[in-house]
T-cell receptor
Framework: AQTVTQSQPEMSVQEAETVTLSCTYD???????LFWYKQPPSRQMILVIR??????QNATENRFSVNFQKAAKSFSLKISDSQLGDAAMYFC??????????????FGQGTRLTINP | KAGVTQTPRYLIKTRGQQVTLSCSPI?????VSWYQQTPGQGLQFLFE???????NKGNFPGRFSGRQFSNSRSEMNVSTLELGDSALYLC???????????FGSGTQLSVL
């Protein structure tokens, strides 16, 4: 079974600075997807960024980028120019490719990110 | 386009009762999945439906069940509620297996 580990329960950063959230995963599959989701106090899970394992290029979405190291099974999220609205719980998640397994998200335990003004 | 809608937002029940939660996916989405979120266990997959068929099921007891209707709306039911069933129940929808999942705001269930 796949597992996802987020080793940082809490992180804080000054507004406008850069922060990196860590995530490692374990799998024997070769084709899969990795995600970062954000959960603000409203509780809705919002997709921040998605990475397909077969793509070597790291995904980027505006101020959000990932460092995907497939061999090391590492998938970190970098938030640049942090804004107060970035404060939330961040979850790293894994999903098998359709041909390989169940279409479910396996989540890490989350990292609570605080932005200091 | 409206997002994923879950009703009710909050629910209080007592042990032994049963409960039904509802999820309306984004228009056109045929896949609906359910997750349970608790402080202790985190986010865990319950089940996934596609075109009215359960495609996958997580490791939960038979007290947890669900269904999907022809309009893609989904319900999940928990019978004989236990204190440990207190959780945020999240629903997500997508166009298909390779597509992004969009989540609702969840139903917070408290079992007293």
């Amino acid at each position: 079974a796949q597992t996802v580990t987020q080793s940082q329960p809490e992180m804080s950063v000054q507004e406008a600075e850069t922060v990196t959230l860590s995530c490692t995963y374990d799998t024997s599959e070769s084709d899969y997807y990795l995600f970062w989701y954000k959960q603000p106090p409203s509780r809705q899970m919002i997709l921040v960024i998605r990475q397909e394992a077969y793509k070597q290029q790291n995904a980027t979405e505006n101020r959000f980028s990932v460092n995907f190291q497939k061999a090391a099974k590492s998938f970190s999220l970098k938030i640049s120019d942090s804004q107060l609205g970035d404060a939330a719980m961040y979850f790293c998640a894994y999903r098998s490719a359709p041909i390989q397994g169940a279409q479910k998200l396996v989540f890490g335990q989350g990292t609570r990110l605080t932005i200091n003004p | 386009k409206a997002g994923v809608t879950q009703t009710p937002r909050y629910l209080i029940k007592t042990r032994g009762q049963q409960v039904t939660l509802s999820c309306s996916p984004i228009s056109g989405h045929r896949s609906v999945s359910w997750y349970q979120q608790t402080p202790g266990q985190g986010l865990q997959f319950l089940f996934e439906y596609f075109s009215e068929t359960q495609r996958n099921k997580g490791n939960f007891p038979g007290r947890f069940s669900g269904r999907q209707f022809s309009n893609s709306r989904s319900e999940m039911n928990v019978s004989t509620l236990e204190l440990g069933d207190s959780a945020l129940y999240l629903c997500a929808s997508s166009l298909g297996q390779r597509e992004k999942l969009f989540f609702g705001s969840g139903t917070q269930l408290s079992v007293l």
